[in-house]
């Protein structure tokens, strides 16, 4: 099983930047790709940017320039910087892993509680 662990909530303004963390922990095989998805209210789930665990990185195209992802394979966590930040970043941002227990089992999907990430002037 993978606990995953978001840290770095805050309120900003816009122009600002604010770096998120999400930490894997737990009994598992192998931590694969990771990333990070966001919901504002009356909105969908959507994907914000995705690593490999080989440094491959997908970014949705809102915030192309602006977010960058990366990730420490040592210790499990990946980290999402936000720069230049909008009104419209404003959501619940949560962390995404695809892990294995073992190593020939499948690949699951694990998601992080969330955290608040709140732009405003």
């Known amino acids: 099983q993978v606990q995953l662990a978001e840290s770095g909530e805050g309120l900003v303004r816009p122009g600002g930047s604010l770096r998120l963390s999400c930490a894997a922990s737990?009994?598992?095989?192998?931590?694969?790709?990771m990333g990070w998805f966001r919901q504002a209210p009356g909105k969908l789930r959507e994907l914000v940017a995705t690593i490999s665990d080989g440094g491959t990185t997908i970014y949705a195209d809102s915030v192309k320039g602006r977010f960058t992802i990366s990730r420490d394979n040592a210790k499990n966590t990946v980290y999402l910087q936000m720069d230049s930040l909008k009104l419209e970043d404003t959501a619940t941002y949560y962390c995404n892993a695809l892990g294995r227990n073992s190593k020939f089992g499948p690949r699951l999907m694990y998601w992080g509680q969330g955290t608040q990430v709140t732009v405003s002037s």
């Open positions: 737990g009994s598992f095989f192998s931590i694969g790709t």
